[in-house]
């Protein structure tokens, strides 16, 4: 079994100021991980993904994780924050059985300040 | 690509009423999921279908919803009779199902309304 947790389900930040959201997963086999966003009133759209190989991914917008496999992580970072960021942010974790299917995270929602 | 296509995006009804939402999943994609986002319970996944053929309904929250997907294009979630509480916004989903490492592609998602 497949699990995602979120830590922090609101985040705030000053815009210019380092973003951290942090995802802890849990996976029998080797995960794929994933980073969305979904801006108000719309649908979730992929930020970025670990699959194999190099563990820092960069993503969209600036953003970019890193997969530790000891910590079981997958923490979203991006180095200045700007007011567009704002938006709620959900990790999911895949593993190659049920025909792709995610486990999602709660969410975390980040608000930047001016 | 359109992408993910949903309709309609917006649905006030009344309680007990019939409502089907719609999507049509992006061509070539062979998994389609079905998701119900609410403030109280977030983001559920309702049920999901791979090749046409639904794999995991346990999401379904009661025998007033039922999905199906006749064909590769097309997929409804319809439920009836309609409650208040079945407000909420749906997504739909799509996946190449033998893909792990893709991603999902969400729809815009449907805003439906009971009232």
């Known amino acids: 079994a497949q699990s995602v947790t979120q830590l922090g389900s609101h985040v705030s930040v000053s815009e210019g100021a380092l973003v951290l959201l942090r995802c802890n997963y849990s996976?029998?086999?080797?995960?794929?991980l994933f980073w969305y966003v979904q801006y108000p009133n719309q649908g979730l759209q992929l930020l970025l993904k670990y699959t194999t190989g190099a563990t820092l991914v960069k993503g969209i917008n600036g953003f970019e994780a890193e997969f530790k496999k000891s910590e079981t992580s997958f923490h979203l970072t991006k180095p200045s924050a700007h007011m567009s960021d704002a938006a709620e942010y959900f990790c999911a974790v895949t593993d190659n059985t049920n025909a792709g299917k995610s486990t999602f995270g709660d969410g975390t929602t980040l608000t930047v300040k001016p | 690509d359109a992408g993910v296509i949903q309709s309609p995006r917006h649905e006030v009804t009344e309680m007990g009423q019939e409502v089907t939402l719609r999507c049509k999943p992006i061509s070539g994609h062979n998994s389609l999921f079905w998701y119900r986002q609410t403030m109280m319970r977030g983001l559920e996944l309702l049920i999901y279908f791979n090749n046409n053929v639904p794999i995991d309904d346990s999401g379904m929250p009661e025998d007033r919803f039922s999905a199906k997907m006749p064909n590769a294009s097309f997929s409804t979630l319809k439920i009836q009779p309609s409650e208040p509480r079945d407000s909420a916004v749906y997504f739909c989903?799509?996946?190449?199902?033998?893909?792990?490492?893709?991603?999902?592609?969400f729809g815009s998602g449907t805003r439906l309304t009971v009232v």
């Open positions: 989903a799509s996946s190449l199902g033998d893909r792990v490492n893709y991603g999902y592609t």
């Open positions: 996976s029998s086999v080797p995960p794929y």
